[in-house]
């Protein structure tokens, strides 16, 4: 009985990472989407809708699974704060689906207005779905861009952690997944312009798959031809332990100790 329980609840955590991945790429996509295919919108209005997006899926998902939305998260989690080794696989695989359906979703629905703004489905709307270096235009190579997703990773996992730390000064009034989402729209405007800010392996890896399978070739290699695909994953999984060490290096071991928090929770304050 414990163990169907156990595998009932595991269930449902991960349908909640399905639901709130799936969240967030239907806004972070559907504004690439609207902004480089429709011509509606620019650069802040992907910062914002992304950021949002980040917000509404943890409030969708927050209370079930901790919505951590990206593996970079999960893998962080469980290295530094105690979540379960034995969930890391499955909640990578529930993510990179909800991102995955979410992907398919926006190609469906902009089917048209693709198809008008780049008939040979090209690095001109495959940034749409996922990451290229230098966005597809400037002169950064992929190693280039992989520092760039690790430092950007690194960034987004040490605020995670200190936003949700509830030894530190957590933001009160459940207001912690609107913090999280303004990191995301910080790192955006401040952190976009060498690799997209992936910032996370799922957000790249579902929506790149189901490009490639609805007519993108070239989907897998950047614009120079190069296999690209492997740098969104490994930055971001380099870069949020880093983050995460960086943290407890410099602020977390400080910390006055209180009652042990849920590993792998966004924590709920009164």
């Not at 156990?6 to 609207?34: H, W």
């Not at 509404?56 to 989690?77: D, E, K």
């Not at 579902?206 to 993108?216: D, E, K, N, Q, V």
Request: proline content about 6%; charged content about 10%; overall charge neutral.
């Amino acid at each position: 009985m414990a163990e169907s329980a156990e595998k009932r609840g595991l269930l449902g955590e991960l349908s909640a990472e399905f639901a709130g991945t799936m969240i967030l790429i239907l806004f972070g996509c559907g504004v690439v989407a609207q902004v480089v295919a429709a011509g509606v919108g620019d650069h802040d209005s992907i910062a914002w809708a992304w950021g949002l997006g980040v917000t509404f899926g943890i409030y969708v998902a927050a209370r079930v699974s901790g919505a951590h939305i990206n593996p970079a998260v999960t893998l962080s989690l469980a290295l530094f704060k105690g979540f379960s080794w034995h969930k890391v696989a499955p909640y990578v695989v529930a993510q990179t689906a909800g991102a995955f359906v979410a992907a398919l979703l926006v190609r469906w629905n902009y089917t048209e207005v693709l198809a008008k703004a780049d008939p040979g489905h090209t690095d001109k709307t495959q940034i749409v779905f996922s990451t290229l270096p230098g966005n597809g235009t400037l002169p950064v190579s992929q190693w280039g861009a992989l520092r760039d997703q690790i430092i950007g990773t690194a960034l987004l996992v040490l605020v995670i952690f200190a936003v949700t730390d509830l030894l530190n000064q957590p933001p009160g009034a459940n207001l912690g997944a609107l913090i999280v989402g303004l990191v995301v729209v910080a790192i955006g405007m401040a952190w976009g312009a060498d690799a997209g800010y992936a910032i996370n392996p799922a957000r790249d890896f579902g929506p790149r798959l189901a490009s490639f399978i609805t007519g993108y070739g070239g989907a897998w290699r950047d614009q120079y031809g190069g296999f690209y695909f492997w740098v969104p994953i490994v930055g971001p999984l380099v870069g949020g332990p880093l983050g995460a060490a960086l943290y407890r290096l410099l602020v977390g071991r400080h910390l006055p100790t209180r009652g042990k928090q849920e590993p792998g929770r966004i924590p709920v304050t009164d």
